[in-house]
């Protein structure tokens, strides 16, 4: 088997102090790893410099899906308790008129199909059915006359990533930094990271160079943590993500490369959503459903020109996508080099520029 297929071949050694548990001070004054996909060049610098980078005519697409407070502490009817992690946002139905939604229950015992969760005054749910994987479906009670995201965000929780394990667990400041400045689409729950380094202020600069800033939603699901488990990475099952590209978007971005700018895409859950919405010509289309696009080695990208990118988890699905993008061997030697110069990793660490 080719080496690129092998899922220990994505396996590399990451010291629990390189971890971020906290953002930077300031978005921008992050870290930012600069490699040069043709020359192999790489330059340490601050993210705010990412504005030496851009150039007048380019477009810089950024994903504004927005996280919910999707985890959720009650009681069981029972008494014991119970954690309810919503894995995507509550929709309400038209057959039924219940306000549904998929979860992940953590309890000492699982509750049965018809079973209530109380949340907290004034919200509770029901256990409708079990779907499998540890997955149930639930319906939410609230007053309707409340808007659903109000009431989210008085009972839930922003759902921190695993990783970050502090003893406070999930504080004020969360709930402003781990969301984009531009996040305007409820819907995500985890944080498209790569954004998180912009500020309005770096923003407004990159607007004044004559970049084009695009936004396209792409609402990042529980999926994005799921573990691969199969050896040969091209067997693995990729998880479902909503995505919407509007016709203007799609126009701007098409509009950008036929006059031979740059597309950057920021984040990898932009790359997808480009990527899937784009014929085979490389023009983009507008675009709504659901995105199930498998980016690994030896996949052509038909959109994306740069890229700016977190430092990913071992063995993870969003390795392989930024490994297509510049190389497998290449992206660990990054990252060994990362490490050894002290980069902080994954969600509240220091970003990525690759570009061509």
Known sequence: MQQDFILKAYDYLLPPENIAQHPADRREDSRLMVLNRATDQRDDRQFSDIIDLLHKGDLLVINDTKVFPARLLGQKDTGGKAEVFLLDYPLLTAETEQVVATALIKSSKGPRPGSVITIGTGLSCTILERLGEGRVKIALHYDRQQNLAEVLTEHGQIPLPPYIARAQGTTAEDSQRYQTVYASQPGAVAAPTAGLHFSEELLDKIRTKGVTIARITLHVGYGTFAPVRTENISNHRIHKEYVHISQENAEAINTVRQEGGKIWAVGTTT??????????????????????????????????????????????????????????????????????????????????????
Request: contains cysteine; aromatic residues 16%; proline residues 2%.
């Open 271 to 356: 790359v997808r959503a480009l990527e899937f919405a784009a014929n085979e010509q490389g023009k983009l289309l507008a675009t709504e459903g659901w995105c199930e696009l498998y980016i690994m080695p030896g996949y052509r990208f038909k959109v994306v020109d740069n890229l700016i990118t977190n430092f990913h988890l071992p063995q993870s699905s969003l390795l392989f996508l930024v490994s297509a993008f510049c190389g497998r061997e290449r992206l660990l030697d990054c990252y060994r080099q990362a490490i050894g110069q002290g980069f902080r990793f994954y969600s509240y660490g220091d970003a990525m520029a690759i570009i061509s």
